[in-house]
Each structure stands twice: as C-alpha cells, then as structure tokens.
C-alpha cells in the first residue's frame, strides 16, 4: 500500500464496528511500517488507545495528525 492509497484507507477507518476499525488501525499500522514511517505506526497505536478508552477526541486528533503527515509523504 502507498500513501495516497493509505491516505484513503484512514479516510475510510470510522466507520464500522470496533473490532472492525482496530482491525483496519493495525492494518494501518503495518502499512506504515512498510514506508518506514515507524513514528506514524506509533501515532495510530496511540489513537488505537484513546479508542479503547473512549477518548473520541485524542483518537480524532492522532488520526487527522497521521493523515496530515501522510498527505506531505505522496
């Protein structure tokens, strides 16, 4: 996957259920690790913990971060 097709799969990510949407966030994650891009991996897994403690805001906040970073990689 490249950026500008991970950049639409991050687009796509809230909408589902949640086991659903961590699923496609690790998707994410190894994505990531596949541009080298290790420090946007670790963003999502933050984002991955304020979803798991209902922190809507911080989860909003660390996906709109990674897709912003991934909007200046294509």
Known sequence: MDASQLLAYLHAINV????????KLHEA???C???EQ????AILSE???ALDEADLKTY?????TVIAKLGHLR
């Open 38 to 41: 290790e420090g946007l991996a």
């Open 16 to 23: 589902g259920e949640m086991d659903g949407i961590r699923a």
């Open 47 to 49: 984002a991955e913990a």
């Open 33 to 35: 690790r596949e541009l």
């Open 60 to 64: 909003r906040k660390r996906m709109e």
């Open 29 to 31: 994650q190894q994505a």
